[in-house]
C-alpha cells in the first residue's frame, strides 16, 4: 500500500481526492478554443517524498524521443504579496492547515477556477484551472530535486527533462514531461517506466512572501502535447500569485 502511494505521486500533478478523478482524454486539437468537451480533473505529477525507502531492485528507465527544452528565462524576482481581497470559502480548508493560500491574479485567456483539493500522499494542496479539457494545476508546498534520481521507486528521470532558469534571485525549473501514465499503471514494481516528453509541462518555484515565508510551488500544465501554452506563459501565472487571507 505504501508503494503504490508513492507511485501515484511519483505520476504528478493525476486526480483529485474527495471525487477521486480520472486523467482528462488527449484533446483533439491544438488550442484550448478548440477543444470539445470538459474532462474530469487530472491528478499532478508530484515530485516523490524524500522519507520512503529506495526499492532493493533498481529499475531502468525508458524514454521517447526528447522535445526542445524550454529556453531559460531571466526575470524578475517572485514576490507573492499580499492581495486586497479575501479567499473564497473554498480556500478556507487550504488557510487552515497551511496558514496560507495563493491565487493568481492572472491566467490565460479562458481559464477559470475548478476546484481545490487536499494531496492525501502528503501535506500538499492542489489548486485546478480549466479551459475545456486543459488544466494549470497549482501545487503547494511542493519540494523538488532536480537530481535526476534514482528515487524512491527506483526510477531515474532522463537527464534532459529538467533545465534550471533565473528568476530574479533564485534559480527555478522546468520539467517537460513525466512517466507515462500507460508505463506506470502496472503497479510500483513497475520495471521499465516510460519517460513522456510531451505528457506535461511544470514549472517548480520558490515563492517568497511578504510575511517572510518561502514557499515551494508547482504549476503544471497538461495534458501534452503542450503546444497550447508556453513556458513563459507559466511563468507570467506564478509572478501573479497573491497571498490571500480567510473569507469572513
Known sequence: MKKWGLLLAATLLVGCVGEP????P???ATTPAQ??????????VTATPTSAPIPPTATAVMTVAPTPTPPPIDDSNIRCAAAS?????EFDDVIDQLGFAFKPSMLPEGF???????????DSFWQIYQNAGYYLIITYPEKFSPDAGPDELGWVRPNDAVS??????QTAYIMTGGWSDASV???PGTKNPIWDYTRSLTLFFTCRTDDGRDVDIAIQARPGPIDWISAREIVDVA?????ISRSQ
Open 21 to 24: 478523478p480520472v486523467a482528462p
Open 26 to 28: 488527449m484533446p483533439t
Open 35 to 44: 477543444a470539445t468537451a470538459p474532462a474530469p480533473a487530472p491528478t499532478p
Open 85 to 89: 481581497d479575501t479567499a473564497g470559502a
Open 112 to 122: 477559470e477556477f475548478a476546484r481545490v483539493s487536499p494531496n492525501q500522499n502528503s
Open 164 to 169: 534550471d532558469l533565473r528568476l530574479g534571485d
Open 185 to 187: 499503471i502496472p503497479g
Open 239 to 243: 509572478q501573479s500569485l497573491r497571498r
